[in-house]
């Protein structure tokens, strides 16, 4: 990576799409090579999706986009269900990887009683209709003083939310219902690591960031106070800043790897 800019793929979050991570494109684009795709089936993405999208094949998705864009070493960031993606990116292809940002997600797998609850969204948002489901969302996704003080990022996240087609949003949420519990798996996870989170995440609480950073060998938390789910919105300087920080510190890394003195 020290002869190369450093390439970062940003993994949205569910339903959500690209546009989620307009804050870090603008702030970090002059520094790296960013690729921020559409997952299939969100945003503008057109193609066709099974009745049930795995994390694994949203992640075979992501090596097919660096296969022919001819990169073959990135830095991951996923928030959430982006996260659950670049869990399942690590481990099938480790090679391909040079650091990873784990933001507002879990190792863990759904309970009984989650996965129930995938199916009857996946029910309600065929349905019911988007905008149903944004509504729902939006206040577990923001903290309340997000809400409060910044109206116009929760209209933001409403509008993604509803623009999504409702198929796509039910195949990743049967999908996400699959996924394994990666807990253990942590522990070899052998590139550096950032964890983010929001102390207001009411979907992923504290303690589930905190037993990732403790699992991965060389991991480092944060935890941005009064912020919820959409750390990478609601504090974008903060979280923009971190992961500049983190990719500097994987380059000279790489430097003093290259030239041991
Ligand atoms: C997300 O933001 O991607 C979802 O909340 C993840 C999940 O439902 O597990």
Redesign the pocket.
């Known amino acids: 990576m020290s002869s190369e800019r450093p390439t970062l793929l940003l993994i949205h979050?569910?339903p959500?799409d690209s546009s989620l991570w307009t804050p870090q494109v603008e702030a970090l684009s002059t520094s790296y090579t960013l690729l921020a795709p559409d997952l299939r089936g969100f945003g503008t993405d057109t193609r066709e999706v099974p009745e049930v999208m795995t994390m694994e094949q949203h992640a075979e998705d992501l090596k097919d986009l660096l296969n022919e864009r001819g990169i073959h070493r990135v830095v991951l960031c996923g928030?959430?269900?982006?996260g659950?993606i670049a869990m399942a990116f690590l481990a099938r292809w480790p090679d391909r990887v040079a650091g990873l940002v784990l933001a507002?997600?879990r190792a863990t797998a759904d309970d009984s009683a989650g996965k129930v609850a995938r199916e009857a969204s996946a029910r309600d948002a065929i349905e019911r209709g988007m905008a149903v489901i944004a509504r729902s969302m939006v206040p577990k996704?923001l903290a309340e003083r997000t809400r409060r003080t910044r109206p116009e990022l929760k209209d933001l996240v409403e509008t993604m939310i509803a623009r999504q087609a409702p198929g796509s949003a039910a195949a990743s949420a049967r999908g996400?219902a699959l996924r394994p519990d990666r807990s253990a798996w942590l522990a070899h996870v052998r590139v550096p690591a950032l964890i983010i989170t929001g102390s207001e995440d009411e979907?992923m609480p504290l303690p589930t960031s905190q037993a990732m950073a403790d699992a991965i060998p060389n991991a480092e938390l944060l935890v941005i106070p009064e912020v919820g789910?959409l750390s990478n919105l609601e504090a974008e300087e903060a979280f923009s800043d971190a992961l500049h920080r983190f990719m500097q510190g994987l380059t000279s890394l790489t430097n003093a790897a290259a030239d041991p003195g």
Do not use: A, K, W
């Open positions: 979050g569910f959500l928030l959430s269900m982006g659950y507002n997600t996704l996400m979907l789910h």
